[in-house]
């Protein structure tokens, strides 16, 4: 089951387990929060993560939905681990994995055809190459390499029937450029909420989520802060992990 250097984890708040090594970008608390953020069909439904690694955010939405989760990623050895985390809980039902590039996946998946589309894209522009990590794995999943944030926020309508919902999580310097991405295809931003490491320093994530055709309508959500002085998790984060 496991290769190499790889290790079997327990995922935050859930009794299932991810492959994860230290090779290749492991799964962050971004992740965690965005599939806990989105609205999801709780009975039925269709959904598309976007940029899926090793495939934390399919695995954490089949605990809130009996929907049809696919998950799409192009490295070829994170959809390797995603699709053994995958078969070792028993979810090969519930969630298909694609070895894809998300600009080629139309096809594969089709149009209009999905109930929600999650993505935890890359967050930073593509640097110069002498300064990219020498670490690929890092590098595609850090740095616009392979998609830009554009190609994300297209790909997503397009997947999305209409009234369909997507939902990312990103950087607050990239706050402008993805309400304005949304916009122009067609996905009007409707919850914004604003992710702090402490309480008293600046915000570092920030979760939004829009409806493919809906009309003009933003909700800033309350703050969320992650860790109290003492370096635990808040109350209000252990709720949000917990589902209540």
């Known amino acids: 089951m496991l290769k190499d250097d790889e290790r079997l984890d327990y995922l935050l708040g859930e009794p299932l387990r991810i492959i994860q090594s230290p090779s290749v970008f492991s799964f962050s608390l971004d992740a965690v929060l965005l599939a806990k953020f989105v609205y999801v069909p709780i009975q039925k439904g269709n959904l598309v993560d976007l940029c899926a690694g090793n495939g934390v ?7 809130r939905t009996k929907g049809h989760i696919h998950g799409v990623e192009i490295q070829e050895r994170l959809h390797d681990m995603a699709e053994r985390s995958v078969q070792y809980n028993n979810l090969s039902e519930q969630i298909t994995m694609h070895h894809e590039d ?33 670490n690929e794995h890092y590098a595609i999943a850090r740095h616009e390499i392979m998609c830009t944030l554009e190609d994300v926020v297209r790909v997503s309508s397009q997947l999305l029937k209409q009234g369909g919902k997507a939902a990312f999580v990103h950087r607050p310097g990239r706050l402008l450029d993805i309400l304005t991405l949304m916009r122009k295809y067609r996905i009007e931003p409707k919850r914004l ?52």
């Open 57 to 63: 955010i399919p695995l954490l939405l089949s605990r």
């Open 102 to 134: 998300l600009n080629k996946i139309l096809p594969v998946l089709g149009h209009d055809k999905y109930d929600v589309v999650t993505c935890n894209p890359p967050y930073f522009l593509t640097p110069a190459k002498e300064i990219q990590n020498d």
């Open 193 to 244: 909420q604003f992710v702090y490491p402490k309480a008293g320093r600046e915000a570092n994530t920030i979760l939004v989520e829009g409806i493919k055709g809906g009309s003009p309508d933003l909700k800033l959500l309350p703050p969320l802060v992650v860790y109290q002085d003492n370096n635990e998790y808040t109350d209000e984060l252990k709720k949000m992990i917990d589902g209540e």
